[in-house]
Nanobody, 121 residues
Framework: QAQFVESGGGLVQPGGSLRLSCAAS????????MGWYRQETGKERELVAQ???????NYADSVKGRFTISRDNAKNTVYLQMNSLRPEDTAVYYC???????????????WGQGTQVTVSK
């Protein structure tokens, strides 16, 4: 089954760092434009960062200068390096994107299951 699997979440103190990973399942041949989103309890999901297939990036103002999105096309994996974390960064983080299956069929708007990030003393 084609899916994205996030990992790397956890509990961290303010000012700390975490690195999230989003790995594509084996049935996916390539990943295209990808993004990281987050959702706090009771709030709408919001875009955190995006990366195109060629590496162009875009960030929400709230994370600029602190978060870095990157990708490893050989591993079909996207990363989110999060530094200088704040309590307001606490949320469930999801990856999302488009891909192509090994069968050649394209996939659009595929979501991972999410990983919890908690920033607290």
């Amino acid at each position: 089954q084609a899916q994205f699997v996030e990992s790397g979440g956890g509990l961290v103190q303010p000012g700390g760092s975490l690195r999230l990973s989003c790995a594509a399942s084996a049935s996916i041949l390539i990943i295209n434009a990808m993004g990281w989103y987050r959702q706090e309890t009771g709030k709408e999901r919001e875009l955190v960062a995006q990366i195109t297939s060629t590496g162009t990036t875009n960030y929400a103002d709230s994370v600029k200068g602190r978060f870095t999105i990157s990708r490893d096309n050989a591993k079909n994996t996207v990363y989110l390096q999060m530094n200088s974390l704040r309590p307001e960064d606490t949320a469930v983080y999801y990856c999302n994107g488009n891909a192509v299956l090994r069968s050649g069929r394209p996939l659009y708007d595929l979501w991972g299951q999410g990983t919890q990030v908690t920033v607290s003393k």
